[in-house]
DNA sequence: GCTTGACCTAGAGCCCGCTCTAGGATGCAG
DNA sequence: CTGCATCCTAGAGCGGGCTCTAGGTCAAGC
């Protein structure tokens, strides 16, 4: 019942999170891991579920753009322990409203893009259609010089 | 009714567009603008509406993260002229499904950090009720070492 | 016994996207 | 005339986030 604690080498960790080897012991420098990791004989780093778990944590603030000092803030507040919980709150809530409001400028620009890309879908069809049309030196719906790109 | 076309200093595009003066001179020397900027006398740069539009799709393009390089390449194809729609289409098209890409990794991550910042609610919430119940060593409910952060 | 490979530390190096400095011209206000 | 703001160029510097190097330890396999 009680399934032997997994323990994974810094090349294990590295291949399943993604992270290099090298930004593994680079976060652990900078304060980014709310454990100290373990060491085995060698002094060779050994990494536990609750690590791992950690880390994917971490990837997923640093994938919606969190940098990693406030990462390394978070961090050193679990480290801390109990009791500063309105702490994690407050700068997990700050994140929040960072990633929606990121969200929703995606959303925006996306919206232009799909535009542009509209644009350049019905150009190229009509190009294809009848290259006589639109090559010509500025035949009269003259897109070029009236908006760009 | 031919009204007369805007020009604007590169400190007044700089207030407008949001981007530094720095910045807009580095751009020009990066090749993003897909026209030359005209230039008063002394030197001076001279924006038009078009350069305006132009930089104002640049700033999307950017904040959808699309690289300096990238948008270059754009840039490039535009000051072509006619006849590369296609390549133009296709860069669009790969920067609009790496953003459609994002926005569902961000939702993602906006779901774990939303799930968090309840967890946290409730833990605060609960201790404000009651600091007795979740202040000492580690109750029953061992949420600090069953589950990261 | 020797090679190979995964690991260790400390620190240098790199890419991106600006940002700032130095040193100077121009133009307008008092 | 003298400030003062705004602009110019060329190029150095910077912050973030890794990435890589140098030099070394250790264990396994041939």
Redesign the pocket.
């Given at each position: 019942m009680p399934e032997v604690a997994l323990s994974l080498?810094?090349?294990?960790v590295?291949e399943r999170t993604g992270?290099?080897?090298?930004?593994?012991?680079?976060?652990?420098?900078e304060g980014i891991l709310a454990t100290p990791?373990r060491?085995g004989?060698?002094?060779?780093?050994v990494y536990s579920e609750w690590d791992m778990d950690w880390l994917d944590v971490c990837t997923r603030l640093?994938a919606s753009?969190?940098?990693?000092?406030a990462i390394r803030r978070y961090a050193d507040l679990v480290r801390a322990g109990a009791g500063n919980e309105e702490e994690r709150l407050a700068l997990l809530r700050r994140h929040q409203e960072h990633v929606t409001a990121q969200i929703g400028e995606l959303t925006a620009c996306l919206e232009l893009i799909s535009c542009k890309v509209r644009l350049y879908e019905d150009r190229v069809a009509a190009d294809a259609a009848d290259p006589l049309w639109s090559q010509p030196a500025l035949p009269k719906n003259d897109s070029q010089e009236l908006a760009p790109g």
């Open positions: 080498s810094i090349g294990q590295a992270l290099s080897v090298h930004a593994l012991r680079f976060y652990e420098r990791v060491r004989p060698g002094g060779r780093r640093r753009g969190m940098p990693l000092t």
